[in-house]
């Protein structure tokens, strides 16, 4: 099995420490689902925040229609900081969910900072024909963070590249040892498996890439899952077909003999897919296959529902 | 329990396996081998793992503890040497395994294009892991460069999972477009975009002359001279079935190993399975026939005999983003009916083929969406006429009303923006049409500068105005190029400059074409249209043009062509028509005749000997004289003051520099010239499409006239002094023409259109646009001033055109 299948001990810490869905409503952000896991307290203050167009990161990542990368919250303007502080967060990352020039809703991860998380998530942006470092959180793994901030993708190269040209969401294995150039070397040593890469559509022309790049020891996710979305005539997304997938337990989910579907509100990557809208689920094993919690983003094109992602950990 | 050797664990065997496993685990007593040092692996999914997106442990099938649990036997990284059918031994290299039934499992081999260099080290074909291995460590060296030969799917992946590695990739494809067996060309069009936007240059019609390098791949030469740096070269060009094996052993092969519908062999205990069999004359590449064949052969091992087909087959390319479909026989012919929808702004194109009745064909890219539903309707063969209208939109519109456009147009807010170029909305529009009285989109483009840009949105703002006007709005106003588009030729000509358009394929796409290729009317228009608009970057498509323009001659009505080489302004030379005479003899071309523009014309050549005629020609230093194109034809003179007692010019020597200046530039329709040294007129300049009359002031330019089916004197554009004013005046008038006449537009027609006012506008009053048009032109001639017989001539271009069809005497006819 590919690296992120192997002997992976599912008590390691997550490299992300919370996922949180922020949805517009009556003008303002408000909370819409979310996965603290011990954080409860962090948790209470979230629950009852909302944010106006411009405030806090959810807030700016609306305003400014980009994904934005906030790296120490003190001083910041981010309105949860003291909370943060005391839960040992110190990044976050908000990856806006557009459908044209509509806002669906903003995603939050939170991170903490310590010597043994490795990952990265890193938004790219295209800058005079090539993909350039937006900005990034890569834990302990500073040296990739070093690489990566002095390297540019032309289209269609690397994972930031394919999935500006490709348009789709894409998932490589073996990083480090199978995937060899551009940063492989510095993934490698950074422990970097598995990278799933993400279109992130905003309105204008503008181009973002988001990259999630895990790592053995403190993974993003166990469970990577990738849906194409079948539209029915009035353009409202019916089903959807599974492109690409692995697991940690089950091996490879993809199967190019049977195609795996799902129906809109059938199960959390069916209600992702019938809403619209990201969700987080910690409720049920049935809706996490068997995972602690999942995440599922739905990622638009031209407007339109064109993909569901989904991870699991 | 019966011994199984299998020899080769490849897809089809490994169906077998498992399916015999299945049913009766207890069977056989099971031997493998396999020349690679593995055990069965999903071969098609190489190219993710190529690409990274998938590891090769994903697509291992069985792995040891499947083969330790039924106890197979691996002789994996051993080549089997012999199959001795009288012992029923198979002989290995390490030993011998005995029989009672043989399962031959070979596969196929790649085909290596047999070109110099084909050798060397980093030339690769792509086949198995260890290619793929190989690819990725090359791909491993920072800035490397990958040539892959062959544009179908195995290439396609290649290249793309070697892109995506970091590797500037080139992919080279003998013919016209992209996976030209799996999709047409308007398909390979959308398909070679996706590429080139990965950053893969694409070359079409590229052929591979040779492979350079000393100890190590360094470039690929192409036929044209082309050189392309390569420190990596991929061959994919196809396969072919593996069958040495079973030819030493006895067994029938043809082109691969001769199976019966059970799978066997010309040897009952002998079975054959996947690439390596032949069955009623048919190969097989593809998995799913290949998983039907094993089915078919583990059922005969178990005693329950099913009998193979052959079934329609449908292709999908696995490169994340490149999302294709095709199925079934999509060729146009006779009894056939095509639907086409195009979507350019999502990139969208789908083609069904329909034949009695029944779906035969589905070609669709950018939304597969309902590939199964189509395939399904294509191998089931279900009459579709009950949902003909919505059967292109896929399966969730079938049962309901066909979709009316107008309805959606309503239903847009006014605040909605209609034309993004220009910011218009909705309310703007439907305010303006109603307020001002507009009826026409024209009108409409000049008051509100929706429509007047791009053109994408002139399909919605032409609703707009129907569902405003009501009975009101007379859209027969725009005739249609053809059946195959409702925008008009001018539309055309406009949306190919705006929005950039460099291809036929390309044009028929963004600009929403209902046909899949286009018609014998907008093809050839086309072809002009973007010859004229893009010099240098075009290339000029042959198969676009009607018989006369393919084969350089005019085609008479026995089937036999004119010859007419070109006589600079009329003039000849004993030594051209020494050469003339000799042609006449050496080939009995049975009439010579002078024409009315000043040449001579060669009748009765046979098609098969044209292109040594025009090599006799070329030697004498004749060129074509274009007399079968929409090109410039003659240029006819008097003999001006070099020999007339009343000649006021030279009218002889500007015409030969009319003609040595314009002469293999492409126009409209055909464009006859004259120059007559006065007003006497000798030359009948004042017929012409362009004329010269000479006076003691200097030269009267006229055009615009006509003097076949309609006869019409011409219009005076201006008066010049010198020569050069003339030669710059009617060159700039011709570039006006090429780039705004239709195709088959005389200039009378043309000038009849656009007016006198604005062609005096653009070339008298204007010098500078006069000069713009003069620059324009001649750049245009960089690229069109190639004789087109020494071309062929010289068997470079287009042989086939001359060829026989073939070679049969009366008495095989007759039989």
């Known amino acids: 099995m590919s690296a992120v299948m192997e002997t992976v001990n599912e008590t390691t810490r997550p490299f992300i420490a919370v996922t949180e869905v922020w949805v517009p409503k009556d003008g303002r952000l408000v909370w819409s689902s979310g996965d603290y896991g011990a954080l409860a307290d962090f948790a209470a203050i979230s629950e009852k925040q909302s944010f106006a167009k411009g405030e806090g990161l959810p807030g700016k990542a609306w305003a400014e229609a980009r994904p934005v990368v906030l790296k120490g919250f003190d001083g910041s303007y981010f309105l949860r900081a003291e909370a943060a502080r005391v839960a040992g967060l110190t990044s976050a990352v908000a990856i806006p969910v557009f459908a044209g020039n509509d806002l669906k809703a903003v995603v939050v991860v939170l991170c903490g900072d310590d010597a043994e998380r490795t990952g990265a998530i890193e938004i790219w942006h295209e800058e005079n024909g090539l993909l350039l470092l937006d900005d990034g959180y890569y834990g302990a793994a500073r040296h990739f963070e070093w690489v990566s901030q002095h390297t540019h993708f032309p289209r269609g190269q690397g994972l930031p590249g394919g999935v500006w040209a490709a348009n789709a969401p894409m998932l490589l294995r073996d990083l480090g040892s199978g995937y060899r150039f551009i940063r492989a070397d510095s993934a490698g040593r950074a422990g970097l498996t598995t990278g799933l890469g993400l279109p992130i559509a905003v309105p204008g022309r503008r181009t973002y890439v988001l990259t999630l790049l895990s790592a053995r020891g403190t993974p993003i996710a166990r469970r990577f899952e990738l849906w194409n979305v079948r539209s029915s005539r009035s353009g409202a997304a019916t089903e959807a077909v599974l492109a690409d997938g692995i697991c940690q337990r089950e091996g490879p989910l993809w199967d190019d003999e049977h195609e795996r579907r799902v129906a809109a509100w059938q199960g959390a990557v069916g209600e992702a897919l019938g809403s619209g809208l990201p969700l987080v689920r910690t409720d049920t094993a049935l809706l996490t296959a068997g995972y602690a919690s999942m995440v599922a983003l739905p990622l638009y094109r031209d407007g339109v529902l064109a993909h569901v992602v989904a991870w699991y950990y | ?815």
């Open chain 2, 1 to 815: 329990m019966q011994k199984l050797v299998v020899i080769g664990a490849g897809m089809a065997s490994g169906r077998v396996l498992e399916t015999l496993f299945e049913t009766d685990p207890g069977a056989f007593e099971v031997t493998l081998f396999n020349a690679e040092p593995r055990g069965n692996y999903n071969r098609i999914m190489l190219s993710p793992v190529l690409s990274g997106e998938k590891s090769f442990e994903e697509i291992v099938t069985h792995d040891d503890a499947w083969y330790g649990a039924n106890r197979v036997v691996c002789r994996f990284g051993e080549k089997v040497v012999a199959i001795d059918r009288t012992r029923k031994v198979v002989v290995g290299e390490n030993g011998e395994v005995p029989y009672d039934k043989l399962i031959v499992a070979t596969g196929s081999v790649p085909f290596i294009v047999p070109v110099e260099g084909r050798d060397l080290p980093g030339v690769i074909t792509y086949r198995d892991l260890d290619d793929t291995n190989r690819m990725i460590e090359a791909s491993a060296r920072a800035g490397g460069r990958a040539v892959v030969i062959g544009g179908g799917l195995l290439g396609l992946e290649a290249a793309a999972g070697l892109r995506l590695r970091g590797m500037e990739v080139t992919v080279l494809h003998l013919t016209g477009h992209l996976m030209d067996r799996q999709l047409d060309e308007a398909a390979g069009y959308l398909l070679r975009r996706d590429l080139e936007k990965r950053g893969i240059s694409v070359m079409t019609r590229a052929s591979t002359e040779r492979i350079l390098g000393e100890n190590q791949v360094e470039a690929v030469e192409l036929a044209d001279g082309t050189r392309l740096a390569a420190d990596l070269v991929v061959m994919a060009v196809g396969i072919r079935p593996s069958v040495e094996l079973a030819k030493a052993a006895g067994l029938a092969v043809n082109r691969a190993i001769v199976v019966d519908a059970q799978m066997r062999t010309s040897d009952p205990d002998v079975y054959a399975v996947g690439e390596c069999v032949e069955f009623n004359g048919t190969l097989f590449g593809l998995v799913a026939p290949l998983y039907e064949q094993a089915k078919i052969l583990a059922g005969c091992l178990l005693g329950r005999p099913g009998s193979f087909a052959v079934k329609e087959l449908s292709t999908k390319l696995k490169v994340t983003g490149c999302d294709l479909f095709s199925a079934g026989d999509f060729a146009a012919g006779d009894g056939r009916e095509e639907i086409v929808l195009r979507d350019p702004a999502q990139g969208v194109y789908r083609r069904l083929v329909i034949e009695d009745d029944r779906l035969v064909g589905a070609v669709m890219y950018g939304d597969t969406g309902d590939a199964n539903w189509f395939f399904d309707l294509i191998r089931e063969g279900a009459p579709v006429s009950a949902m003909r209208e919505t059967l292109i939109f896929g399966q969730s519109y079938q049962g309901t009303a066909p979709l009316d456009p107008m309805a959606a147009v309503a239903a847009l807010p006014d605040d909605a923006e209609i034309c993004g170029c220009n910011g218009v909305c909705k309310g703007k529009i439907t305010g303006a049409i109603t307020a001002k009285g507009l009826t026409s989109l024209d009108e409409v483009r000049a008051h509100t500068k929706a429509s007047a840009s791009c053109g994408t949105c002139t399909g919605l703002v032409e609703q707009l105005m129907a569902m405003t006007l009501g009975a009101a709005y007379n859209p027969a106003a725009v005739k249609p190029m053809c059946p195959c588009t409702d925008l008009s030729h001018g539309d055309v000509r406009r949306l190919i400059v705006a929005k950039e358009l460099k291809s036929i394929p390309e044009v028929m796409q963004e600009l929403e074409w209902k046909t899949s290729c286009g018609c014998a009317k907008c093809r050839p228009a086309l072809n002009y249209y973007l010859l004229a608009d893009w010099p240098g970057e075009y290339a000029d498509d042959d198969q676009s043009r009607f018989i006369n323009e393919r084969v350089h001659a005019n085609i008479q009505k026995d089937g036999t062509y004119s010859v007419v080489p070109r006589m600079w302004g009329g003039l000849t030379s004993a030594s051209e028509l020494r050469a003339i005479a000799d042609v006449v003899d050496k080939f009995s071309i049975p009439t010579v005749k002078c024409t009315g523009g000043q040449r001579i014309d060669m009748l009765g050549v046979k098609k098969e000997d044209l292109p040594a005629v025009w090599a006799d020609l070329n030697a004498a230093g004749m060129v074509s004289g274009a007399a079968y194109g929409k090109a410039l034809r003659t240029v006819k003179t008097c003999v001006g003051t070099d020999w007339c007692r009343f000649g006021t010019q030279d009218s002889t020597g500007l015409g030969v520099k009319i003609e040595r200046f314009m002469w293999g530039s492409w126009t409209p329709a055909k464009v006859k010239m004259a120059v007559s040294g006065c007003p006497r007129n000798c030359a009948e300049a004042t017929c012409k499409d362009v004329g010269v009359i000479c006076t003691d002031a200097g030269y009267e330019i006229h055009f615009a006239g006509a003097a076949g089916l309609d006869i019409k004197g011409t219009e005076v554009l201006t008066q010049v002094k010198t020569e050069e004013e003339a030669l710059e005046m009617i060159v700039a008038l011709v570039q006006l023409y090429r780039e705004q006449g239709h195709y088959l537009e005389r200039i009378y027609k043309w000038l009849k259109r656009v007016g006198m006012e604005s062609i005096r506008a653009a070339i008298v009053e204007d010098a500078e646009k006069r000069r713009h048009y003069f620059e324009r032109f001649a750049y245009s001639q960089r690229f069109a001033q190639r004789d087109p017989w020494a071309d062929r001539a010289s068997g470079g271009v287009a042989p086939h055109e001359f060829r026989p069809m073939a070679e049969i005497s009366y008495r095989e006819a007759a039989e």
